[in-house]
């Protein structure tokens, strides 16, 4: 049975109320986590209404809300995600550079972000940095990233590239293993292993003794597909239950079909079909795993 499972509202193609029933026959089943993702759930004007929804299951059946953002909104809706439940945000971040920034959004403003991550935390929200480790981008940032959020309070996740959709750049000149990267920051911090996890696929280490953890999500240097229990939603309503394959379930059509009956037949029949692995595969000129992007399905 998955036990965590992303959600992510974008843009009102099925309603609020066919996402949230959606949401709740996965926690009826056993879901204990839900995270909102995206593109940006900040955008979408009534995300608050299904926030606030799912949050009363909080306690009841669901262990933990989350959500996945880009952190531009976060200034405004920091304190109303705290009031509908929620209590930690995943923040996009892979650089603090403001014209690095720049490149890779190809128009934001990092100092937004940064205002945003601010807001969350003076809302009591506890925030990680999603930071996409990037050859000859970023790589040169990674341990002053992760000494800004020791010094914050902040988590940080570093993760690999992953062949999703089609890009402007051939992937393996931004690859860079975290395997690699792990040894260099071996040498200026001290990483301890921590066991304890959040239900996704990164493994982590406690940073120089204190609170704050570094994540390591590397699909391909350290395949992670046989502790993987997620399954994703997108805001069509289909069920994709692993990011490197293509089969999906619409779930929207069962249920306006059929209702509750045939969308928890539909969700079961899926989950019986989880892949294995993902066919994620790193090399040059070679096609992405998927067409479809990140954006898409989440993280």
Same mark, same amino acid.
Request: a positive charge; glycine letters at 10%.
């Given at each position: 049975?998955?036990?965590?499972?992303?959600?992510?509202?974008?843009?009102?193609?099925?309603?609020?109320?066919?996402?949230?029933?959606?949401?709740?026959?996965?926690?009826?089943?056993?879901?204990?986590?839900?995270?909102?993702?995206?593109?940006?759930?900040?955008?979408?004007?009534?995300?608050?209404?299904?926030?606030?929804?799912?949050?009363?299951?909080?306690?009841?059946?669901?262990?933990?809300?989350?959500?996945?953002?880009?952190?531009?909104?976060?200034?405004?809706?920091?304190?109303?995600?705290?009031?509908?439940?929620?209590?930690?945000?995943?923040?996009?971040?892979?650089?603090?550079?403001?014209?690095?920034?720049?490149?890779?959004?190809?128009?934001?403003?990092?100092?937004?972000?940064?205002?945003?991550?601010?807001?969350?935390?003076?809302?009591?929200?506890?925030?990680?940095?999603?930071?996409?480790?990037?050859?000859?981008?970023?790589?040169?940032?990674?341990?002053?990233?992760?000494?800004?959020?020791?010094?914050?309070?902040?988590?940080?996740?570093?993760?690999?590239?992953?062949?999703?959709?089609?890009?402007?750049?051939?992937?393996?000149?931004?690859?860079?293993?975290?395997?690699?990267?792990?040894?260099?920051?071996?040498? +200026?911090?001290?990483?301890? &292993?921590? *066991?304890?996890?959040? %239900? @996704?696929? !990164?493994?982590?280490?406690?940073?120089?003794?204190? =609170?704050?953890?570094?994540?390591?999500?590397?699909?391909?240097?350290?395949?992670?597909?046989?502790?993987?229990?997620?399954?994703?939603?997108?805001?069509?309503?289909?069920?994709?239950?692993?990011?490197?394959?293509? +089969?999906?379930?619409?779930? &929207?059509? *069962?249920?306006?079909? %059929? @209702?509750? !009956?045939?969308?928890?037949?539909?969700?079961?029949? =899926?989950?019986?079909?989880?892949?294995?692995?993902?066919?994620?595969?790193?090399?040059?000129?070679?096609?992405?795993?998927?067409?479809?992007?990140?954006?898409?399905?989440?993280?």
């Amino acid at each position: 049975m998955a036990e965590h499972m992303t959600f992510l509202p974008r843009e009102q193609i099925a309603t609020l109320e066919e996402l949230a029933i959606i949401a709740e026959r996965f926690i009826a089943r056993g879901v204990r986590k839900l995270r909102l993702s995206g593109g940006e759930p900040l955008v979408r004007r009534d995300v608050l209404m299904l926030v606030e929804r799912l949050g009363r299951h909080v306690g009841a059946g669901l262990d933990e809300l989350t959500m996945t953002t880009n952190g531009t909104r976060l200034r405004r809706y920091a304190r109303d995600l705290v009031a509908a439940g929620i209590r930690r945000v995943n923040v996009s971040l892979d650089t603090r550079d403001p014209a690095r920034f720049r490149y890779i959004t190809r128009h934001g403003d990092v100092a937004e972000v940064l205002d945003g991550i601010a807001a969350a935390r003076e809302a009591g929200l506890a925030v990680k940095i999603n930071m996409v480790a990037l050859k000859g981008l970023n790589e040169d940032e990674i341990a002053a990233m992760l000494r800004w959020c020791a010094a914050e309070g902040h988590d940080l996740t570093l993760i690999e590239t992953m062949p999703l959709g089609a890009i402007d750049e051939d992937r393996t000149d931004r690859f860079l293993p975290l395997t690699a990267v792990k040894e260099r920051l071996d040498r +200026d911090f001290a990483l301890t &292993r921590d *066991a304890a996890g959040t %239900g @996704g696929p !990164a493994r982590y280490w406690r940073v120089d003794g204190g =609170a704050t953890r570094l994540g390591l999500i590397s699909p391909l240097t350290a395949n992670f597909c046989d502790g993987c229990n997620r399954v994703r939603v997108t805001t069509e309503g289909r069920l994709y239950t692993c990011l490197g394959h293509d +089969d999906q379930r619409d779930l &929207r059509a *069962a249920l306006r079909a %059929g @209702g509750v !009956a045939a969308l928890d037949e539909a969700i079961e029949d =899926a989950l019986r079909t989880k892949p294995r692995r993902h066919d994620f595969r790193i090399a040059r000129d070679a096609a992405p795993a998927v067409a479809r992007h990140m954006s898409v399905t989440g993280g």
